[in-house]
């Protein structure tokens, strides 16, 4: 199989206004667009000799960054390619990585491409390409930003009427309303549930120990990203003060070799991997074994078809996450087809791919941009 032709159509959309907001400094939904104005999303179409297409969705209001991308340098390196020879492929981006610097989230976007190709050609889900583990995967509400605490109680009950059993709160901003916030949640939630707490990179070495004893007390799974993760020896620091488990390299460049370092530093108990985040599957995979041969597990960060499999592949993982943002949402959950949430558990995907081929005719006629 070759790969004949690389495309990139940018996506014209009009911003909504954002459905949620995080902590304080930090900014909610969307990418930032005004609501009313226009963003632009590049889809990434990889087309083969062989007829299968291969297709990746670029983050939100990097459209035309993409597409020049395509145009300038992934077109003449991959055109002719075999898509399936996947590990060789990722290896050339990142090559390539050395001099272009790629974003984070546009460096994995072609292996999400071949992935859904070879996925197609054997007719398999990617989950059992890439190892497969169990389709049915436990789910965490991951929760939003809300005002009050009584909206934190009304979501968190709402999701157990749902059949959620294990909850996850990020921070607000203020690490003494949030450690209430926690202790109340172990409360709604009952003593079996498991609880995961993000401070969502927002505070020093001193509140974050602080919180982490809390966190202790109140006897939490994990405790995510609470400093910025740059600074490795505090992260260290913090691991060794603390028992409960520091979940961490989310956002961290250099997919496995970044997270070998975390792991020499002892900075983490847990290594956090997502496809978006780690170089696509074949990123993600790597980071997922490397932490399994430390005895580490690998915590899939977000949602998505393309975690979902990732998800499903990996042994050392333990939740799918499922973001909870209202009422109307929480209970729409059951009903989202392939990715629904049932009975606080998702069954993933058998169908190949990276999910649904999009409508590539009505695509052409919405692209402002076709490269």
Known sequence: MK?????????????????????????????GTPPGETTYTALIKVETDEGIIGHAYGRGGRGYAVAELVRRRLKREFIGQDPLLTEQLWWRIWELDRIEEFNIHDLGLL????????????GLPIYRLLGGNDPRVPAYASTVTWDTMEEYERHIKESIDEGFFAFKLHASGDPTWAAK????????AGDDADLMFDGSAGWDYVTALWFGRV???LDYLWYEEPMREFDLPSYAELCRALKIPVLAAETCDGCHWNAATWIQ?????????????KGGFTGAIKVAHLAESFGMRAQVHGGGWANAQLCAAIRNNDYYEQLIINTEQIKNLKNMGPLSIVEGYLTVPEEPGVGPQPDWAQVEKQAVLVV
Do not use: C
């Open 215 to 217: 966190l202790e007390d």
């Open 111 to 122: 292996d999400i491409a071949f992935w859904d190709i070879k996925s197609q050609a054997a």
């Open 3 to 31: 790969i004949t032709d690389i495309k990139a159509y940018v996506l014209p959309h009009v911003a909504p206004e954002p459905r949620f907001h995080w902590r304080k400094g930090l900014p909610g939904d969307g990418d």
């Open 265 to 277: 530093y002892r900075a983490l108990d847990m290594m956090r991997v997502s496809v978006g985040f």
């Open 181 to 188: 916030l926690a202790e109340n949640l172990r409360r709604w």
